[in-house]
């Protein structure tokens, strides 16, 4: 059985948005100046806490939690709204799930958030046969906890990791899968080269035809 894993934020969705606004939104609530888009973007793909210790590296822990909890709240309340679909990328979910592949998201983000960001971007949530967010495992990506749970639960022998950022490609390679990268985010095609994925598209919305090339379905 083949299973594909795909990232969520600027691999099936433009997100950068709504993320700025929330993190923003955030820090002012608890005293520190708004970050700008350009700097905070540099570090999304990593997990929450560490995009907020990266502009905030004095922060302890413990405070760096808080405001990564009301980012989270923020965004299922408030900023989800500017999140919009990759086009084609419903259309080809649904196509692989036709065609027999088994499909997990896998993110950074927490299942309100995701069930938050799908709706907003017009996303099917029931095409997926599995949700792995940052409240399922201990370390989020670029470790490759998210991967090996949606293969165990799912009894898979073939997983594609599908992805915009180079943490996803080290999230696969960690977990020793292939490795697909899209070109939707805000990775150049060099950067993402230098990590060695197996595929390189041009979005999720070719991913239906690089499997049937792949597996003659």
């Not at 900023?79 to 799930?97: C, V």
């Not at 046969?129 to 293969?151: C, M, N, Q, T, Y």
């Amino acid at each position: 059985m083949v299973l594909l894993c795909f990232d969520m934020d600027n691999t099936l969705l433009r997100s950068n948005k709504v993320h700025i606004e929330a993190f923003n939104l955030a820090f002012v609530k608890f005293g520190l100046k708004k970050v700008k888009a350009e700097k905070l973007v540099e570090h999304f793909g990593k997990v929450g806490i560490l995009v907020v210790m990266s502009v905030y590296p004095f922060l302890q822990e413990k405070e760096a939690l808080k405001i990564l909890h009301e980012h989270n709240r923020l965004v299922v309340n408030k900023t989800a709204k500017y999140a919009r679909q990759i086009p084609g990328a419903d259309n080809a979910l649904k196509k692989l799930k036709k065609n027999g592949f088994k499909l997990a998201l896998l993110t950074n983000c927490s299942h309100a958030e995701i069930k938050a960001l799908l709706k907003n971007a017009k996303i099917d949530a029931r095409v997926f046969d599995l949700f792995v967010g940052s409240d399922d495992v201990r370390h989020g990506k670029p470790w490759p906890d998210e991967i090996l749970k949606a293969k165990a639960v799912l009894h898979a022998h073939t997983v594609y990791m599908v992805g915009d950022s180079v943490y996803d490609v080290m999230t696969g390679k960690r977990a020793k899968v292939k490795t697909i990268s899209v070109l939707t985010g805000d990775f150049s095609r060099r950067q993402l080269l230098e990590e060695k994925p197996d595929y390189i598209l041009r979005s999720a919305a070719d991913v239906p035809r690089l499997m049937e090339k792949i597996y003659k379905k």
